[in-house]
């Protein structure tokens, strides 16, 4: 989080100069969960902060938190980052919970708490992690164009527009993939 002092950290895995001493500083890649949720099924991301995707799945509503935790045992995430639409406050919550800091003490829907929490628990062995939620906005006709360039279509469907063409399964691990990217565009 920016600290209103001014002070604005540098995101892990960003590259910085500092002017007084003339070197190159890298930084270890941060690691963020993104998940894209939904009524029946939620896409989830691991991505790092070069832009690698790591995994990208669906998996049905009720298995999400399971697939979150192992993640965040698995990726050691800094953050998680929640797609502000369907379902996202009460999804924040249960992470919260999930997490070890509840899902109430931090303010009432719409609050700025809502936005970005840190949360320390044992499930994560003392790393902050915190959840953020990003702007959905069209990612879904984004993660749409995308699959289809990324399959392109058999016979004669090759010929189509990308406009014309629907896609074969669902993409909402797309869509997961567009969040994180938001969210490091943001912090860069």
């Given at each position: 989080?920016?600290?209103?002092g001014?002070?604005?950290?540098?995101?892990r895995?960003?590259?910085?100069?500092?002017?007084?001493r003339?070197?190159d500083?890298?930084?270890?890649?941060?690691k963020?969960?993104?998940?894209?949720?939904g009524?029946?099924?939620?896409?989830?991301?691991?991505?790092?902060?070069?832009?690698?995707t790591?995994?990208?799945?669906?998996?049905?509503?009720?298995?999400?938190?399971?697939?979150?935790?192992?993640?965040?045992?698995?990726?050691?995430v800094?953050?998680?980052?929640i797609?502000d639409?369907?379902?996202?406050?009460?999804?924040?919550?249960?992470?919260r919970?999930?997490?070890?800091?509840?899902g109430?003490?931090?303010?009432?829907?719409?609050s700025?708490?809502d936005?970005?929490?840190?949360a320390?628990?044992?499930?994560?062995?003392?790393r902050?992690?915190?959840?953020?939620l990003?702007?959905?906005?069209?990612?879904?006709?984004?993660?749409?164009?995308?699959?289809?360039?990324?399959?392109?279509?058999?016979?004669l469907?090759?010929?189509?527009?990308?406009?014309?063409r629907?896609p074969?399964?669902?993409?909402?691990?797309?869509?997961?993939?567009?969040?994180?990217e938001?969210?490091?565009?943001?912090?860069?």
């Open positions: 989080m920016i600290d209103p001014g002070y604005h950290p540098i995101p895995g960003l590259h910085h100069r500092p002017a007084w003339g070197v500083v890298v930084l270890e890649p941060t963020v969960i993104s998940i894209d949720p009524r029946e099924k939620c896409g989830v991301a691991v991505v790092s902060s070069e832009g690698e790591i995994l990208k799945t669906i998996v049905p509503a009720g298995r999400l938190l399971d697939t979150v935790r192992d993640l965040v045992a698995r990726h050691g800094s953050t998680i980052v797609g639409r369907t379902g996202s406050r009460e999804l924040v919550r249960a992470i919970e999930m997490l070890g800091t509840g109430t003490g931090n303010g009432g829907a719409g700025r708490a936005k970005a929490t840190t320390t628990g044992a499930l994560h062995a003392g902050d992690i915190e959840v953020v990003v702007d959905e906005h069209e990612s879904s006709m984004e993660a749409r164009h995308r699959y289809l360039r990324d399959h392109p279509g058999r016979g469907e090759r010929l189509l527009p990308v406009s014309m629907v074969r399964e669902p993409y909402d691990d797309y869509v997961a993939v567009i969040l994180a938001r969210y490091f565009g943001k912090i860069r």
